[in-house]
C-alpha cells in the first residue's frame, strides 16, 4: 500500500478563519479522497480528487467552503473555509489502491475550531 | 490521546478469546466490502475485503462472513490479542464505483 502524508496533524484554528491541509502520497495514483470523521462518528466523504479536473463533491459538501487542488499525481490540499466550531473534526484523505475499489487513509489532520 | 471511539458500540473481550465484529449494511446493490482498523490518534488501516460473490474470506488471523440474504457482514479475530484495541468499520461500495460508505464503527477492547 502507498505511503500517505498529511500536514498539519493537528491545529486549532479561531472561527472565520481558514486551514489548508496537505496530503502527500509515495506514489502516482489517479483518484484521491477528502474524508470527515466528526468527534465519535464514522467517515463521510467529501469529495473526489481526480488530477487534472474539478474536484467532485458529495452532498452537503460545496466547493465555496472545501476548495480542493490536485495538481499533480502524488498531492492534493484540502481547504476549510471561514471555520466555525462545527467544523472541529478529523480531516483525513486517501488514495485508491492497485485496485482501484480499494483505498488507503493518511493519517489524518485533527482541527479544532475556537 | 483522543479516541474516535466516544460514542460508538462497544465489544469487550478476553485476551485470546475470538472476537466477532458485526456490521449490516443497508443497500443490496453494494457488491464490494471492506473492514478497517482505526486505532486512536491514526487513520484507518486496511484489514480484509469481500466481494459480494463470495460468502467468506481469510486472512490472518482475521474472517470476513458476508450474508447478502439479511445483508450482514462479521469480522471475527481469532485469538484477540491487546493490539487488537481499537475502533472497526466496514464500508461499501455499490455499483462497481469507487464511493466508499462507512458503517457506524464498533470499539473493541481487550481486556488482560
Known amino acids: 500500500s502507498a505511503v500517505i502524508s498529511q500536514k498539519p496533524s493537528r491545529d486549532i484554528c479561531q472561527r472565520g478563519t481558514s486551514l489548508t491541509i496537505q496530503c502527500q502520497v509515495d506514489?502516482?495514483?489517479?483518484?484521491m479522497f477528502w474524508y470527515r470523521q466528526q468527534p465519535g462518528q464514522s467517515l463521510t466523504l467529501i469529495a473526489t480528487?481526480?488530477?487534472?479536473?474539478?474536484?467532485?463533491?458529495e452532498s452537503g459538501f460545496v466547493i465555496d467552503k472545501f476548495p480542493i487542488s490536485r495538481p499533480n499525481l502524488t498531492f492534493s490540499t484540502l481547504t476549510v473555509s471561514n471555520m466555525s466550531p462545527e467544523d472541529s473534526s478529523i480531516y483525513l484523505c486517501?488514495?485508491?489502491?492497485?485496485?482501484?475499489?480499494?483505498?488507503?487513509f493518511g493519517p489524518g489532520t485533527r482541527l479544532t475550531v475556537l | 490521546g483522543e479516541s474516535v471511539g466516544l460514542h460508538l458500540p462497544t465489544l469487550s473481550v478476553q485476551e485470546g478469546d475470538n472476537s466477532i465484529i458485526n456490521c449490516a449494511y443497508s443497500n443490496s446493490a453494494s457488491d464490494y466490502f471492506i473492514w478497517y482498523k482505526q486505532e486512536s490518534g491514526k487513520g484507518p488501516q486496511f484489514i480484509i475485503d469481500i466481494r459480494s460473490n463470495m460468502d467468506k474470506r481469510q486472512g490472518q488471523r482475521v474472517t470476513v462472513l458476508l450474508n447478502k440474504t439479511v445483508k450482514h457482514l462479521s469480522l471475527q479475530i481469532a485469538a484477540t490479542q491487546p493490539g487488537d484495541s481499537a475502533v472497526y468499520f466496514c464500508a461499501e461500495i455499490t455499483g462497481g464505483g469507487n464511493k466508499l460508505t462507512f458503517g457506524t464503527g464498533t470499539q473493541l477492547k481487550v481486556e488482560l
Open positions: 480528487a481526480n488530477q487534472g479536473s474539478e474536484a467532485t463533491y
Open positions: 506514489s502516482q495514483v489517479t483518484m
Open positions: 486517501s488514495v485508491e489502491g492497485l485496485r482501484a475499489d480499494t483505498q488507503y
